[in-house]
């Protein structure tokens, strides 16, 4: 799969099995590569048989004909022939060129097939440097692994290499922290602090892009007027002829807005969630009691975002999701992770943020109790912060809670309170509310949980954006600024003086959980890391058909912004 990548390739699940199934997966793949379609980024199964099947068809004529110029023995698999194959690969300049030239879409596009140590790593953002480079699976995988991996994690390996951390290099900051400052009582009162303190500072992102108008202004101009609303999404319906009527909410009214459906723009509609701040230009009705949307404006991040990066090579794992107490924690995977942590390829990771739900909980659905193995939730934390003194000590950690966590679960979360932050002192982790923005030696990381994610998925129109690509609801978070928009649905919000769910600053990196499913992505030059579990497939998942992504941990090298997704065996 690495070889594919290096090439510029993703390719399905069954397509990796069949090229791992060859005698000669190297030369399979290089028989795939060159008799892939032009215009083909994902190679599928098909693809692989179709190509092995036409090699199989002139195999004696090729051999011939590549002979000349391949050192080696080529008629049957062996150790020099591997070499062979190995020495023939393209250089690192054409792998380059090939992943440069998969790299013209939008947004990037990556994700986890758990089968045998293989991922799909896909279109990179065209304006943005930071690289996905797949799957490590080497010393990363267990003992037994697939694919013929080593185990390099014993005892004898560890010992072997000594961590040597400058640990007085180590910068961590964090903002946007609810945890101490949370002031709403639920009352009315609190729901219109929040709402307008969002409008404000929102549509402060879009009043220059627009000639705004206040809504009350906008009844007293001429038809046939040219206007612009910034304005709160506040209702959303078609009309008897397909158009769809928009009502727009600011601090002094709402006035309706019209889009028809024969309008590019028209497309725009079905993205939208309620509560959401935009920006729309038109042109009023003659009457004047109606805005005919021309062009829609979202306050997004700018396309020419330069992210800001370390000023030296070190690298922080990004996980979330450990479920310690459920049945079905990954335990052997996760040792397995520790150990590597103890590695000398994993010398450079000196940070561990975790995003949210570092133990399974009680009561948090249906039945749930069937499925714990431990039943306490505070000899849950007890069992995680064991887990936590595998890490190595000179590690900096930073966790934000989950909705599995023992906290509030309306957002923004506040940190965990002080008898579990005494459970899991073993590191001196910092421990921070959800959402919060950690910078990580100049690197502003904004780790959010996800829930709202669930929200985007369900209300989102295209396949695309769904449990399977994550990071495109990330998108789409990222271009409202705000991480969870949507009142009243799936997520519970909890009224403040401010609404610490606004994304005032854009980050470098956007870090979530919550789906259990990988995706790693580039938007407008925002890396993008939704990191998997450490679970496996409980029977209320099965229920509503989630299939986790399990033992991921996306290595993001804080000096470039790429990503290694390690993936370690359970």
């Given at each position: ?71 080696g ?44 140590e ?7 953002d ?14 990363g ?10 185990d390099?994690?014993d ?34 009162g ?28 906008l ?69 004047g ?26 690298q ?15 335990d ?25 739900d ?10 749930q109790d ?65 959402p ?89 030059n ?18 509503v ?26």
């Amino acid at each position: 799969m690495r070889e594919l990548t290096s090439r510029g390739y993703n390719a399905d699940r069954d397509a990796v099995t069949l090229l791992a199934d060859e005698p000669d997966p190297a030369r399979a793949v290089e028989h795939v590569v060159e008799h892939a379609p032009a215009d083909v980024l994902t190679i599928s199964a098909a693809q692989v048989r179709e190509a092995l099947d036409a090699r199989d068809d002139t195999e004696e004529t090729a051999t011939e004909g590549d002979r000349s110029d391949r050192p080696g023995p080529s008629a049957t698999p062996s150790s020099e022939s591997a070499e062979s194959d190995e020495s023939a690969s393209p250089t690192a300049e054409s792998a380059n060129s090939a992943t440069e030239s998969a790299s013209a879409t939008t947004n990037s596009e990556s994700s986890i097939s758990t089968g045998r140590e293989t991922t799909r790593t896909g279109e990179q953002d065209s304006g943005s440097a930071p690289e996905t480079k797949g799957v490590g699976g080497g010393d990363g995988a267990a003992p037994g692994g697939s694919d013929g991996v080593a185990d390099a994690m014993d005892a004898d390996s560890i010992g072997a290499f000594e961590r040597a951390v400058d640990e007085t290099l180590h910068e961590v900051s964090i903002a946007n922290d609810i945890t101490g400052q949370s002031t709403g009582t639920g009352e009315y009162g609190d729901f219109v602090s929040v709402f307008r303190d969002r409008y404000d500072r929102l549509s402060s992102k879009l009043r220059g892009r627009v000639n705004h108008r206040p809504t009350n202004a906008l009844e007293s101009m001429g038809g046939g007027s040219e206007a612009a609303i910034v304005g709160m999404v506040n209702d959303i319906r078609s009309t008897a002829s397909g158009h769809w009527l928009i009502e727009l909410e600011d601090t002094n009214g709402v006035f309706p807005a019209l889009v028809m459906k024969d309008r590019d723009i028209a497309a725009h509609v079905d993205e939208l969630l309620m509560d959401e701040v935009i920006a729309v230009e038109g042109s009023l009705a003659q009457d004047g009691g109606i805005l005919f949307v021309d062009s829609m404006h979202f306050p997004d991040v700018p396309r020419t975002y330069k992210p800001n990066t370390a000023d030296r090579h070190v690298q922080a794992a990004l996980i979330s999701d450990v479920h310690v107490g459920s049945q079905e924690f990954a335990d052997y995977a996760w040792e397995s992770f520790a150990r590597w942590l103890h590695t000398e390829e994993a010398e450079h990771v000196e940070y561990l943020l975790i995003a949210g739900d570092m133990v399974e909980g009680v009561g948090v659905y249906p039945e749930q109790d069937e499925e714990l193995d431990i039943v306490d939730i505070y000899e849950q934390y007890e069992a995680f912060a064991e887990k936590l003194k595998q890490v190595p000590g000179d590690m900096e950690i930073v966790m934000i809670p989950g909705n599995h966590d023992a906290v509030r679960l309306a957002e923004p979360q506040p940190a965990f309170d002080e008898e579990l932050r005494d459970i899991m002192s073993a590191h001196d982790a910092r421990i921070t509310g959800n959402p919060s923005t950690v910078t990580v030696e100049g690197v502003n990381v904004l780790m959010y949980h996800g829930v709202s994610i669930d929200e985007v998925i369900a209300e989102h129109p295209s396949e695309s954006v769904s449990y399977d690509a994550p990071h495109r609801a990330m998108e789409q978070l990222l271009k409202k600024r705000h991480v969870a928009p949507q009142y009243g649905g799936r997520l519970r919000v909890a009224p403040e003086e401010k609404d610490y769910l606004v994304i005032d600053d854009v980050p470098d990196v956007f870090h979530t959980g919550h789906v259990h499913k990988l995706g790693v992505g580039t938007y407008n030059n925002v890396r993008l890391v939704n990191s998997g579990c450490w679970q496996e497939q409980t029977a209320f998942q099965k229920s509503v058909n989630i299939d986790p992504d399990v033992a991921t941990a996306p290595i993001l090298d804080l000096d470039t912004l790429d990503v290694t997704v390690r993936k370690f065996e359970n």
